[in-house]
């Protein structure tokens, strides 16, 4: 089998790391991809955002499997263009990727199915009146951009005054194009989060096992939100009563109210959840993989993920099975110093060799590149660490012991990824 694999992040890197083990895997291409990436596919230059080139590129290099890593692709239509040249890719259609692409679609329709959802205030294409009915809402609340903004659109604060900010530079200044021109504002919710993602072709999909990203830029979950600062996978997440739950009440009407509504999804569909006491809540659909989730699942993978894919890209996902070892696994973000603000490019990255000799351990470039032989930061998240473990404990450990052995000027992480399931296994049990 011949892969191209479409993106150049962390999870890329893991996707493309985890695809060249299978056996069936004759060559594996990523575009664009990055220096790191390169150690293990032959990477390609391209526009991720280029749907037409990469169709052509996919064409002239006799793919037989593409995959595309990250959303934005998606959300322009990549599917329907391959479909239209009897190419195989893996990933939904335009239109139902829009489950990801709008916010305002996908609130509207968990409305229309009573999938459960944060209750909102109203969407809102008029900042003034977004910032009036700001005014009479509790705290704390969530303003949401619609469009995609690499999970940065996302606000949740106690103060009136912040949202109101936000709001304004949303809709009234440019920072986020056009993804700003519309926004939710709605309810806040407490409880642990969940990432739920599911392989489906449109009507029986295969639960991945369940994980647990980190957004806040800062240790306890505070800071801002960023495209994610670690992530854990572990089956202690998620009991197999509220799995049952999940799927009765979420993903089993999602796939197939989207399929009514707009196309079959087929492809990875990404639930983010909040396990409130009331049962658990929708917060975001995406049509893609996690990132960094991917880096942590991609560890425990006990199965041929090229045949996998491939069987779930031409719709057989029947014979589709994915088991899980070992137990746990845990991945770290090592962010360059500014971000997620203004990430600070150029230093040198060292320790990277050091990794060689650590078992269940891998180290997944993100934003790098290599300048006379060494890596250097060029990008906000640089690279995650990853590692499993029989247990989270040890796969903790194992990803804190690689994670100081690297370093580089500003490199900052958090300390904290996964610290809170200790405590947290019962409850989330018990919810
Ligand atoms: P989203 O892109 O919608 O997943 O939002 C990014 C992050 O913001 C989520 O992972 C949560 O941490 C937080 N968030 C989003 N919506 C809510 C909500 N209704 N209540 C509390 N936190 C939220
Ligand atoms: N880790 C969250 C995301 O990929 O959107």
């Given at each position: 089998?011949?892969?191209?694999?479409?993106?150049?992040?962390?999870?890329?890197?893991?996707?493309v790391?985890k695809l060249?083990?299978s056996?069936?895997?004759?060559?594996?291409w990523?575009?664009p991809?990055?220096?790191?990436?390169s150690?293990?596919?032959e990477?390609?230059?391209?526009?991720?955002?280029?749907v037409?080139?990469?169709?052509t590129?996919a064409e002239?290099?006799?793919?037989?499997?593409?995959v595309?890593?990250?959303e934005?692709?998606?959300v322009?239509?990549?599917?329907d263009e391959f479909?239209?040249?009897g190419?195989v890719?893996?990933g939904?259609?335009l239109e139902?990727?829009?489950l990801e692409?709008?916010?305002?679609?996908?609130k509207?329709?968990?409305?229309?199915y009573?999938?459960?959802?944060?209750?909102t205030?109203?969407t809102?294409?008029?900042a003034?009146?977004?910032?009036?009915?700001?005014?009479?809402?509790?705290m704390?609340?969530?303003?949401k951009?619609d469009g995609?903004?690499?999970?940065?659109?996302?606000?949740?604060t106690s103060?009136?005054?912040?949202?109101?900010?936000?709001?304004?530079?949303?809709?009234?200044?440019d920072?986020?194009?056009?993804?700003?021109?519309?926004?939710?504002?709605?309810?806040?919710?407490?409880?642990p989060e969940?990432?739920?993602?599911?392989?489906?072709d449109g009507e029986?999909f295969?639960?991945?096992a369940?994980?647990?990203d980190?957004?806040?830029?800062?240790d306890?979950?505070f800071?801002?939100?960023?495209?994610?600062?670690?992530?854990?996978?572990?089956?202690?997440?998620l009991s197999?009563?509220m799995?049952?739950?999940?799927q009765?009440?979420?993903v089993?009407p999602?796939?197939?109210?989207?399929?009514?509504?707009a196309?079959?999804?087929?492809?990875f569909l990404?639930?983010?959840?909040?396990?409130?006491?009331?049962g658990?809540?929708?917060?975001?659909?995406?049509?893609?993989?996690?990132d960094?989730?991917?880096?942590a699942?991609?560890?425990?993978?006990n199965?041929d993920?090229?045949?996998?894919l491939?069987?779930a890209?031409?719709?057989r996902?029947?014979?589709a099975?994915?088991?899980?070892?070992?137990?746990?696994?845990c991945c770290?973000v090592?962010a360059?110093e500014g971000?997620?603000?203004?990430?600070?490019?150029?230093?040198?990255?060292?320790?990277?060799?050091?990794?060689?000799?650590?078992?269940?351990?891998?180290?997944?470039?993100a934003?790098?590149?290599?300048v006379?032989g060494?890596?250097?930061v060029?990008?906000g998240?640089v690279?995650?660490v990853?590692a499993?473990?029989?247990?989270l404990?040890?796969?903790?450990?194992?990803?804190?012991?690689?994670?100081?052995?690297?370093?580089?000027?500003?490199m900052?992480y958090r300390?904290?990824?996964?610290?809170?399931?200790?405590?947290?296994?019962?409850?989330v049990a018990r919810?």
């Amino acid at each position: 089998m011949k892969i191209l694999v479409i993106g150049g992040g962390g999870r890329e890197h893991a996707l493309v790391w985890k695809l060249r083990q299978s056996p069936a895997v004759e060559r594996i291409w990523c575009a664009p991809g990055n220096d790191g990436i390169s150690e293990d596919a032959e990477c390609l230059p391209a526009k991720t955002s280029d749907v037409a080139v990469l169709a052509t590129l996919a064409e002239s290099l006799r793919a037989d499997l593409t995959v595309a890593g990250p959303e934005q692709p998606l959300v322009l239509g990549i599917a329907d263009e391959f479909a239209r040249r009897g190419l195989v890719l893996l990933g939904p259609s335009l239109e139902a990727a829009q489950l990801e692409g709008s916010k305002i679609f996908a609130k509207e329709f968990m409305h229309r199915y009573a999938i459960p959802t944060a209750s909102t205030y109203g969407t809102f294409d008029s900042a003034a009146k977004a910032r009036e009915v700001l005014a009479n809402a509790d705290m704390p609340v969530v303003v949401k951009a619609d469009g995609l903004c690499a999970g940065k659109g996302v606000l949740v604060t106690s103060s009136a005054g912040e949202a109101a900010t936000f709001i304004t530079r949303l809709m009234e200044s440019d920072d986020f194009g056009a993804a700003g021109n519309r926004v939710i504002i709605e309810e806040c919710l407490q409880g642990p989060e969940l990432s739920y993602i599911v392989l489906t072709d449109g009507e029986k999909f295969v639960p991945l096992a369940p994980s647990r990203d980190y957004k806040r830029l800062s240790d306890g979950n505070f800071g801002p939100n960023t495209g994610g600062m670690g992530a854990i996978s572990s089956n202690e997440l998620l009991s197999s009563e509220m799995e049952r739950v999940i799927q009765e009440k979420i993903v089993r009407p999602t796939i197939e109210g989207i399929a009514k509504d707009a196309a079959p999804y087929r492809g990875f569909l990404y639930f983010g959840l909040m396990m409130t006491a009331a049962g658990p809540r929708v917060l975001e659909f995406n049509c893609r993989l996690g990132d960094p989730e991917t880096e942590a699942l991609v560890m425990r993978m006990n199965f041929d993920l090229a045949e996998t894919l491939f069987a779930a890209a031409k719709g057989r996902l029947a014979n589709a099975e994915m088991s899980w070892q070992p137990r746990a696994s845990c991945c770290l973000v090592l962010a360059a110093e500014g971000y997620p603000q203004r990430p600070k490019l150029g230093a040198r990255i060292s320790g990277l060799s050091s990794q060689e000799k650590l078992s269940s351990t891998a180290v997944f470039h993100a934003g790098t590149r290599k300048v006379d032989g060494q890596y250097c930061v060029n990008g906000g998240r640089v690279l995650t660490v990853a590692a499993a473990g029989d247990n989270l404990a040890q796969a903790r450990l194992r990803a804190y012991s690689a994670a100081k052995k690297i370093s580089f000027d500003g490199m900052h992480y958090r300390g904290d990824i996964g610290s809170e399931m200790n405590r947290a296994v019962g409850e989330v049990a018990r919810s």
